[in-house]
């Protein structure tokens, strides 16, 4: 049986999408999805990074947020993998959120996790204390996991935990490489898991 990790925020969360209708709107620009093609937000949109987290953390508090939308494919194949693997969402949202994240998968997936584990490293000034992913998937010995962040998903490969890059704009200067496979939907996550083709 896998013991699986799955990321949050632009895996199984549509995030992207919220918080572009968001910040076009609040702020009158008009970014495309295509252009954040780097992971640090700030560079993308051309501001300081102790901004930029506070404008991230007020749409935290918005409805859009609260309302995001699943990524396509999610519902169908965690229903599937949930009857042969052990679960947990990883995500590094702030503690604050708990509720918020629990909330928001149950309403889209109903009880199919294990576990629900925020690591706190967003916006965290100070890594003083702090558990980071790589060493939650090692804690808990995750034996694959899913992920979207380049710098998380390199830490995490390094640990030995099988990583499925979830293909993104911000990711593509990532190769495949020791522990990393680059996945371009959840069917192909699905394939992998279940052994029914090679990536």
């Known amino acids: 049986m896998n013991n699986i990790g799955i990321d949050l925020d632009d ?20 970014y495309k999805f295509s252009q954040i093609n780097n992971y640090d937000l700030e560079k993308v949109f051309k ?3 102790d901004v930029m987290i506070r404008r991230i953390k007020n749409f935290y508090r918005t409805k859009i947020f609260e309302e995001l939308k699943p ?10 993998i949930n009857k042969i693997s052990t679960i947990s969402v990883i995500t590094s ?18 009880k199919k996790f294990d576990n629900i584990i925020l690591s706190n490293q967003f916006g965290n000034k100070s890594m003083k204390n702090l558990i980071t992913k790589a060493q939650i998937c090692k804690d808990q010995n995750i034996n694959i996991m899913i992920e979207d962040a380049p710098t998380y998903s390199i830490s995490i490969a390094k640990t030995g935990t099988k990583v499925l890059l979830f293909d993104r704009p911000w990711n593509r200067d990532i190769p495949n490489g020791k522990n990393i496979t680059r996945v371009k ?5 699905d394939c992998y898991i279940s052994n029914n083709c090679s990536l």
């Open 11 to 30: 895996v199984l969360a549509n995030f992207n999408n919220g918080w572009l209708s968001y910040y076009n709107n609040k702020y009158q620009t008009n």
């Open 47 to 49: 501001t300081k990074k």
């Open 71 to 80: 990524i396509n494919g999610t519902k169908s194949v965690i229903n599937k």
């Open 93 to 110: 949202r702030p503690l604050w959120l708990e509720e918020k994240t629990k909330n928001w998968l149950n309403k889209h997936f109903g």
């Open 185 to 189: 939907s959840w069917k192909e996550i």
